[in-house]
């Protein structure tokens, strides 16, 4: 019998490296070189389910007052490295630490785009020359996070599951149906 097994794509350390808390983040050398970045960027650190890391990735490169982030490049880099758990870096040149409007509203919208796939945000953190900012310690991941577009997509899942539903439904009163006609042949029987 030939089958054929997919594979998990491979990790892009030799070692592994844990993931327990920031600090470790910030310890990494791919977040040590953007902290003092002229210009916005974005990693992407994919984990495992045990916190090592299967792979960093820069997505983007910004100005020195923001950065495009389209959350399908996020979520395709956490499928294609089949991470378990997120954490997203990203510097702000202007050492501020505080996280902008945008900052919170694509955090909160990747949080929910990527529980659709069962993967978890575990951290934002935004780093700059004189420090920190864990979004995560700070509460400004929402898990409850709404706006339209994830509106749109929780009603799509729910119509898809009540389609779904329905069938199943119309296939279990088919077999009671077949079924109860069956007994009742059978008791016409002499």
Do not use: C
Request: negative net charge; charged residues 30%.
């Amino acid at each position: 019998m030939n089958i054929e097994i997919q594979k998990k794509p491979p990790k892009e350390f030799l070692e592994d490296i844990k993931v327990t808390g920031t600090k470790d983040v910030l310890r990494l050398q791919e977040v040590q070189v953007i902290k003092d970045a002229l210009q916005e960027h974005l990693l992407f650190i994919g984990l495992d389910r045990g916190n090592n890391i299967r792979s960093i990735n820069l997505l983007g490169i910004g100005t020195s007052s923001g950065i495009y982030i389209n959350s399908k490049d996020i979520l395709r880099t956490a499928l294609l490295t089949a991470s378990e758990k997120v954490i997203l870096v990203h510097n702000h040149p202007s050492n501020t630490l505080k996280a902008s409007f945008e900052d919170k509203h694509i955090t909160n919208v990747i949080n929910k785009f990527l529980n659709i796939f069962s993967i978890q945000l575990l951290d934002h953190i935004i780093v700059a020359e004189n420090g920190y900012l864990s979004m995560g310690k700070e509460n400004e991941i929402n898990r409850d996070y709404k706006n339209d577009d994830i509106k749109f997509i929780e009603n799509t899942f729910v119509i898809e599951e009540n389609t779904r539903l329905k069938k199943e439904l119309q296939n279990l009163d088919s077999k009671t149906f077949d079924a109860t006609l069956s007994d009742m042949e059978d008791d016409m029987e002499f």
